[in-house]
């Protein structure tokens, strides 16, 4: 079965740095349009960034564009999100999700997520 | 961008009887290939969230069939026929036609 599990998360300083991780099981990674979204803490889910299938295109929701930055190893099965210049507003617990589409359209969803990991940027 | 506006912010159902939520979009999800590009997603307690509907009314593999989507443009609807306890949490719809992908802002289901 599909298995997204991130790691990477914690606690860090204004202006820091983290980079998640996310191991993907259960299909041809390789296949697959990739995501990141995030859900500040008693807030609601936003879309944070995704990549196509060879990591060839790359596209950021406007908050973090300049910051964050998404990568993926299709040998290692693995996402990356390397988040630099790190503000309070960026804490949240950030989700890997999968992404598909129907009918084979240029217009993605997430199917399947991970459990998510928590980052904090506090001082 | 497109903006997601959800109501009621909240609904408390009892077991058994039938619930509906709205999902408003600020501009068309009609694609002129005739596909609306408008899903909805259920985070459950303590669980990331989970694809419940796909293109406005197509079921996810395993959803339950007391779940159904309608709509068409820019109004969209989320029905349970029949709420079970299982079923709380909070319901997100979401469009994917623009970027930026954006969500409305949840509609959260409560057992009575």
């Known amino acids: 079965q599909v298995q997204l599990v991130e790691s990477g998360g914690g606690l860090v300083k204004p202006g820091g740095s983290l980079r998640l991780s996310c191991a993907a099981s259960g299909f041809t990674f390789s296949d697959y349009y990739m995501g990141w979204l995030r859900q500040a803490p008693g807030k609601g889910l936003e879309w944070v960034s995704y990549?196509?299938?060879?990591?060839?295109?790359?596209y950021y929701s406007d908050s973090v564009k300049g910051r964050f930055t998404i990568s993926r190893d299709n040998a290692k099965n693995s996402l990356y999100l390397q988040m630099d210049s790190l503000r309070a507003e960026d804490t949240a617990v950030y989700y890997c999700a999968r992404m598909t589409t129907y009918k084979n359209t240029n217009y993605y969803h997430f199917d399947y997520w991970g459990q998510g990991t928590l980052v904090t940027v506090s001082s | 961008d497109i903006v997601m506006t959800q109501s009621p912010l909240s609904l408390s159902v009892t077991p058994g009887q039938p619930a509906s939520f709205s999902c408003k979009s600020s501009?068309?999800?009609?694609?002129?290939?005739?596909?609306?590009?408008l899903y909805w997603y259920v985070q459950k307690p303590g669980q990331p969230p989970q694809l419940l509907i796909y293109?406005?009314?197509n079921r996810f593999s395993g959803v339950p069939d007391r779940f159904s989507g309608s709509g068409s443009g820019t109004d969209f609807t989320l029905k349970i026929s029949r709420v079970e306890a299982e079923d709380v949490g909070v319901y997100y719809c979401?469009?994917?036609?623009?970027?930026?992908?954006?969500f409305g802002g949840g509609t959260k289901v409560e057992i009575k």
């Open positions: 293109e406005v009314y």
């Open positions: 990549t196509i299938s060879s990591g060839g295109a790359i």
């Open positions: 501009q068309s999800l009609l694609h002129g290939s005739g596909q609306t590009f």
């Open positions: 979401m469009q994917s036609i623009q970027l930026p992908l954006t």
